[in-house]
């Protein structure tokens, strides 16, 4: 066990509805990190939240958007779904925004999003 | 642009044997190779971690090697056991000066079977 967890673990929505996922850092991480991970894909990055604030953002549209809390629990919300979007959505938590560090990346088990 | 390549896509071998996965990297400047094993439909979860400076590092019956002249690095199973079945991904780390985010590169793995 990680520590870290996500909700929904699974769900099913239709094109053009909205999504919330949400992410329960590990006890003392301050940064917690979001990517999506299509069939047989690895991971692709989205979007970093450190202290509450956004901090680097991959190739994603501007519908993907997200938030950090102050105890540093996250959401990721997309908005206007496309099938595309369908994927395992993993979020990750970290002490630090690991830049340079060696510092451990925990994941949680992931939100399985269907677009139908 | 940054990657992360690894082979095989794909390996399947008996119960008790040894098995070695590639990876190669183009990220630059590089600061740390980290391998995951992800278990279907689970997060990953980190094996090793290794800096510019460390050549071999062990987790159990997991050795992962990085020559980092060649941005080559590779993941030894030793005695498999059926639970290694699962992907193994590698993911490089470029340093980052200024800015902030989360500058991973994730290969797509390597889909392991252990079969007895």
């Known amino acids: 066990e990680t520590g870290v967890t996500q909700s929904p673990t699974h769900l099913i929505k239709t094109r053009g509805q909205q999504v919330t996922l949400r992410c329960s850092s590990q006890?003392?991480?301050?940064?917690v990190s979001w990517y999506q991970q299509a069939l047989g894909q690895g991971p692709q990055f989205i979007f970093q939240?450190?202290?509450?604030?956004?901090?680097g953002r991959g190739n994603f549209p501007p519908r993907f958007s997200g938030l950090q809390f102050p105890n540093y629990s996250s959401e990721l919300n997309v908005n206007a779904l496309e099938l595309d979007d369908s994927a395992l959505y993993l979020c990750?938590?970290?002490?630090?925004?690991?830049?340079?560090?060696?510092?451990?990346?925990?994941f949680g088990e992931g939100s399985r999003l269907t677009v139908l | 642009k940054n990657q992360v390549e690894q082979s095989p896509q794909s390996l399947i071998i008996l119960e008790g044997k040894n098995c070695t996965l590639q990876?190669?990297?183009?990220?630059?400047?590089?600061?740390?190779l980290r391998w995951y094993k992800q278990d279907t439909g689970r997060g990953p979860v980190s094996l090793t971690i290794?800096?510019?400076?460390?050549n071999t590092k062990s987790n159990g019956r997991y050795t992962a090697t990085l020559d980092a002249d060649t941005k080559q690095s590779s993941l030894h199973i030793t005695a498999s056991q059926l639970s290694d079945s699962a992907s193994y991904i590698c993911?490089?780390?470029?340093?980052?000066?200024?800015?902030?985010?989360?500058?991973?590169?994730f290969g797509t793995g390597t889909q392991l079977k252990v079969e007895l």
């Open positions: 990876c190669n990297y183009t990220v630059s400047p590089f600061s740390n």
């Open positions: 006890s003392g991480h301050n940064t």
């Open positions: 993911v490089v780390s470029a340093a980052r000066l200024t800015g902030g985010g989360n500058k991973l590169t």
């Open positions: 939240y450190y202290r509450e604030e956004e901090n």
């Open positions: 290794m800096t510019f400076s460390e």
């Open positions: 990750a938590s970290s002490f630090g925004p690991l830049v340079t560090k060696t510092g451990e990346l925990f």
